[in-house]
């Protein structure tokens, strides 16, 4: 376990050095952070910009604070933002994997990834279009707010799956065909995934964290059903 006193460090320089030490730490390994001043909003901002990818405990000592950093992968999903997070890295997992054989020109050992990463999409989008829009709220957004902007994304990631999907049901699938599709998918993925993590998670965050602890609870639990993870 590594340690890192930044007591010392100035204030303009904080996030960059303590983003330095938090950056490496992969699933089984601890980084302990020592800071000046109470790390809240730290560990935050320092999660976001790691894909939220940390789990912190914060204790305060002796006028200082000392904060325990783990891998995600090492902690339950906090919240139903964050398995929905951790969800988006399984999906785009699976494609990479159905993408690399593609490219290789063996289509048979494609299939099987390309159908799970199917199903799982279309559970992850049904999700967030059924549940989470209607209790989080995204009926009443404007047309350019994040809500909005990710019910019209969903409507054009179901058109682009559904072409893989025909092109994978074909008698003989195309190899170049599927691989088009499935990078033209991949590429819409990662920009509407980025969207969602920056600009709408947090603005859900926020409205989830007035709600009481039993309903955030049941909510993360309805998730990992409908989202089988
Ligand atoms: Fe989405
Ligand atoms: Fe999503």
Redesign the pocket.
């Known amino acids: 376990m590594a340690t890192h006193d930044l007591r010392d460090e100035r204030p303009a320089h904080l996030v960059g050095a303590a983003l330095e030490r938090v950056r490496a730490v992969r699933p089984g390994q601890t980084v302990t952070l020592i800071l000046a001043a109470e790390p809240s909003l730290l560990m935050a901002s320092l999660n976001l910009q790691l894909r939220e990818n940390l789990a912190w405990d914060i204790v305060e000592a002796d006028g200082a604070w000392r904060v325990t950093v783990r891998h995600r992968g090492d902690v339950a999903p906090a919240d139903v933002l964050a398995l929905l997070v951790a969800d988006h890295k399984r999906i785009d997992g699976l494609l990479a994997r159905a993408l690399g054989l593609l490219n290789r020109g063996v289509t048979a050992a494609a299939a099987p990834p390309l159908r799970e990463f199917a199903a799982a999409l279309r559970r ?2 049904a999700f ?1 279009d059924g549940e989470l829009a209607g209790s989080l709220g995204a009926a009443r957004a404007a047309a350019d707010e994040p809500p909005a902007i ?1 019910l019209r ?2 409507r054009e ?1 179901a058109q682009q799956l559904s072409l893989v999907e025909e092109a994978l049901a074909a008698a003989v699938p195309d190899v170049s065909e599927l691989a088009i599709y499935c990078a033209i998918l991949s590429g819409t993925l990662a920009k ?2 980025y969207r ?1 993590e920056y600009n709408l998670f947090p603005v859900w965050r926020a409205v989830l964290m007035k709600r009481e602890n039993h309903e955030r609870v049941a909510l993360l639990e309805r998730a990992r059903s409908a989202l089988g993870i």
Do not use: A, G, K, L
């Open positions: 992850h989008v967030e990710m994304e969903h990631i509407h995934e969602e």
